[in-house]
């Protein structure tokens, strides 16, 4: 009971905080490793750029999953993101996943105040309280729905708090607020369900560690920003 009075303090005084890109003010890069059984496979890197208060951020993924020298599971990704005052105004990526080609198309309507969005699994609006599905904003804590950066489909999460923890990434200790995020409907397929453990540091408002369990034990850990 007291995680969750925990949770709607966090949610009462740091609203504000969450919603504001401005915490990224500076940033240049984010680079994050990706590690399957504890050996790093490819990598997740984020790249900052602010002009004239548009705030924009490309992200480039890519690992391979080998089993006895053949790749039996890849991903080669960019994205693009775009922020006017804080607020999402486009999203673009394309991705092979195992050679099959992915993508989403999103734009901010004024006219409706929705996302449009046009992706290979999903084609239609998005409400405002919606975020990309992604490893640098610490927004994802406060939403109750995310769209997925590679087909554009939208799933409903609950956001749990777990507690204060220190963890150790190269070598260096930080101190972390453990979050978990899973899906809302639990009747989803296994592989499309959210199921992410989450490590931010609120003293520089970065991740620092995501992990979770499909066919394997994966983790995204902060390599280096600047």
Known sequence: MRK????????????????????????KKIEMDVVLNGEVIGYTNYYFEKK???LTVKNYTKFKVKLLGVTVFSILSEAIEKYENDNLIYFKSNTFQNDKEKYVNLNYDKSSNKFI???????????????IGNWWNHKIFQSTKQISPLSGSIKEQIVTFVGKEKINI????YLTEHFKIKSKNQNLADDKKL?????????????????????????YRLKNFE
């Open 195 to 219: 199921n992410f453990d989450i490590w931010y540091n609120p003293e520089n408002n970065l991740i620092i560690k995501v992990s979770y369990s499909k066919m394997g034990n994966w983790e």
């Open 117 to 131: 969005i046009n992706g290979s699994s999903y084609k239609g609006e998005a409400s405002l309280d919606c975020i």
């Open 170 to 173: 190269k070598n260096k200790e």
């Open 4 to 27: 969750y009075i925990y949770i709607i303090i966090i949610l009462l005084f740091t609203t504000q905080a969450f919603s504001h890109t401005s915490h990224y003010e500076g940033l």
């Open 52 to 54: 004239n208060e548009i």
